[in-house]
């Protein structure tokens, strides 16, 4: 297994550009399978979840698919038989997001449940409950879900909580239902609104994408097209925390700021002197590092992507910082971590009190989600010695190219095999 090896403590400088955006891409990957026709996606990031939902898509029936470079083409549309089988789905939850397309298209649907996450239960009832009111038999059956119908039928749906990949399901589904569909409550995420993009480009009719109402209405059939990903917000925040607990300079490139206001007015809190272009961010190595407290939620407040490494920067910043995750019920598998690496960090429920500033020592870690690794890289570029991050496969989930880009601002970070 690789490991992430980090000579600390590095100062930062130079230029990075940020990847297409994998929660958006993992969505409009699933998309395909409602469509007709050819389709490319653009600035697609070549990560290990999205390798894998190019084995869930292949399985599927999607003909012609080829990730080569950043761009991605297929023949849209599923065939045969329509199960993503466990041995795919155990090894990414977001594989959830074939259910409404396959039931839309082929009216048949079996999809292995995605079972126990490290960051807590995540349930899938609202995906489920959804398609129910849509006219889907929904069953659980030896571990998958078993969904037939004829056509669906729009229907006016309420989330009794935001989803983000809920709310994208069932807005696939949606596109190709009989009639209007009302969602309510409403994932905000900037993906949500860059899947109904690529949905209308394809000739869906979605309207109220970044609301909290969506409305659908379904038409017979979808079209490819060529569309390009967003940059990824969760990476972009990375590189500016890194740089954060660093006091490094550094400038963020191909980002969209204005998907991170919550991230850069909490910044800014801190005493971190930011610049903003439009398709920039740069980081003055100046400035004082103060704590703050920081409570996730759905966008587009804090994200609970960014709470981890938001964590380690808290540990170098001066005063009581105090993090609250309301999104997750497990996610402080880091705290641990950086404790080892004595950070002054103490865990009340879904709050963690962090005492900074700490002298953070390089210390071997574990990394126990894709998040949580992240955050072990930000502290170990911001301590004293040598940091050997176990188990690097959780950051190739989701962070493109994560040494080179971090060696190009002069990280001593390295890979070992
Ligand atoms: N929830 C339910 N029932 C449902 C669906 C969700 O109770 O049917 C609960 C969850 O257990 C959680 C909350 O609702 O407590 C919000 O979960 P949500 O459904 O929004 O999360 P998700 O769609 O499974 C996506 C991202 C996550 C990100 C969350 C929150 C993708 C592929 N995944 O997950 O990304 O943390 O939204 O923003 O878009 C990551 O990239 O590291 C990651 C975990």
Redesign the pocket.
Known sequence: MDKIRIQGPCRLRGTVRVSGA??AV?PEMAATLLLEGPVTLRNVPVVRDVQTMVKVLRHLGVRSLKLEGNSLSAEGGAAGDPEAPYDLVRTM??SILVLGPLLARLGRAKVSLPGGCA?????????IEALRRMGANVAIEHGYVVASCRRLKGAEIVFD??????TENILMAATLAEGRTVLENC?L?P?VVDLARFLNACGARIDGAGTGRIVVEGVARLRGTAHTVIPDR?ETGTFLMAAAATRSGIRVEQCDPSHLEAVLDKLQECGVVLRRGPDSITVEPDGALRGANVTTR?YPDF???LQAQFMALAARADGVSIVTET??ENRFMHVGELRRMGARIVEDGQTAIVAGPAPLSGAQVMASD??ASACLIVAGLSAEGETTIHRAYHIDR?YEKVETKFQGLGARIERIS
Request: aromatic share 6%; net charge neutral; charged share 30%.
């Open positions: 994998k929660n993992l939850r977001a960051i807590g239960a995540r349930p899938i009832d609202y995906h909580d935001r989803t983000v990949t809920g994932a995420e993906e969760i759905p994200p609970t992507d999104v997750f894709l998040r989701g």
